[in-house]
């Protein structure tokens, strides 16, 4: 059974950092790309960034030079780090697995408001 666990979220200050962690399991982490997907009230899903197995990196334009992705195939983890958050970050977080599969957990919120 696959799963995908994410943490890290909560509420911070504009400006402020928050590191995002979703750890899998059930699947061969290694061969999958991994990804961050968002979703604010009222808007549809959209591409956070994205992680492949050889660790190359795509990001929207929105938080380029703002988030870094990154992954451990050790502790079948991937990161979001994301510094000087805007109000408009404000969103449920979601981790996302896709090779034999398309995987989803189950989302974390985060909320930049002062």
């Known amino acids: 059974q696959v799963q995908l666990v994410e943490s890290g979220g909560g509420l911070v200050q504009p400006g402020g950092s928050l590191r995002l962690s979703c750890a899998a399991s059930?699947?061969?982490?290694?061969?999958?790309?991994m990804g961050w997907y968002r979703q604010a009230p009222g808007k549809q899903r959209e591409l956070v960034a994205t992680?492949?197995?050889?660790?190359?990196?795509n990001y929207a334009d929105s938080v380029k030079g703002r988030f870094t992705i990154s992954r451990d195939n050790v502790k079948n983890t991937v990161y979001l780090q994301m510094n000087s958050l805007e109000p408009e970050d404000t969103a449920v977080y979601y981790c996302?697995?896709?090779?034999?599969?398309?995987?989803w957990g189950q989302g974390t919120q985060v909320t930049v408001s002062s």
């Open positions: 059930g699947i061969i982490f290694s061969t999958y790309t």
């Open positions: 996302n697995a896709r090779y034999y599969g398309d995987y």
């Open positions: 992680i492949g197995s050889l660790g190359s990196t």
